[in-house]
């Protein structure tokens, strides 16, 4: 069982839809979780993080945690094209990000 | 600008030569961290320093890599004996102690061994 893992996808959503990216993870310790959003031949750019059970919001974004399920998800509301990209899934594991292999996302205008 | 740097941005070298990478991260930031990236897959840790200090390394990682930071400020990453496998993007991130590990990238260095 790999430490956390996503769908590789691709997603494909209609533009203004709502896109739906889960992530699991193995190691019931972990205490923080984050989302990052990586554009094709660029580097990740974190977007979110998440320390509780429940959701948190910005913006478009909402990030959720159950750590009882050891399930973490990201959803982007009024998908844009622009949203089109990688979703890249890490949780904190002894002080270290340990990463998910990621989630392409397309959003079609 | 006050984000992460990584030299250089691009590097082509051929099988069997030593590489070296630079990373300078954000400056309040004390722990520094080395991933690698391949096409289709997620950041793969290499190995993070907390100040000076190497706190952890992969053990998947080869022992031809070699990272240091030894004042605590940037760091830099050694492939000795480079192999076409190790062509990849290597990324760098840094981030506070006591910030539940929110890290930050730099551009990446993308090696390709020919």
């Known amino acids: 069982q790999k430490e956390v893992e996503q769908n590789s996808g691709p997603l494909s959503v209609p533009e203004g839809a709502i896109a739906s990216l889960n992530c699991t993870y193995s190691d019931r310790g972990s205490q923080s979780f984050f989302w990052y959003r990586q554009y094709s031949g660029k580097s990740p750019e974190l977007i979110m993080s998440i320390y509780s059970n429940g959701d948190k919001e910005d913006g478009r974004f909402t990030a959720q945690l159950n750590k009882a399920s050891q399930y973490v998800s990201l959803l982007i509301r009024d998908s844009q094209p622009s949203d089109s990209a990688t979703y890249l899934c890490?949780?904190?594991?002894?002080?270290?990000?340990?990463f998910g292999q990621g989630t392409e996302l397309s959003v079609k205008p | 600008d006050t984000g992460v740097s990584q030299n250089p941005r691009h590097k082509i070298t051929k099988r069997g030569q030593n590489v070296t990478f630079r990373c300078d991260p954000i400056?309040?930031?004390?722990?520094l961290y080395w991933y690698r990236q391949t096409l289709g897959q997620g950041p793969e840790f290499l190995t993070y320093f907390q100040n000076e200090a190497q706190l952890e390394k992969s053990r998947l990682l080869s022992d031809r890599f070699s990272a240091e930071r030894p004042k605590g400020s940037f760091s830099t990453l050694e492939i000795q004996r480079t192999e076409q496998g190790d062509s990849a993007m290597y990324l760098c991130?840094?981030?506070?102690?006591?910030?539940?590990?929110?890290?930050?990238f730099g551009q990446g260095t993308r090696l390709t061994v020919v």
């Open positions: 890490a949780v904190n594991q002894g002080g270290k990000l340990i």
């Open positions: 400056s309040e930031h004390n722990r």
């Open positions: 991130a840094s981030s506070r102690r006591d910030s539940n590990t929110e890290a930050f």
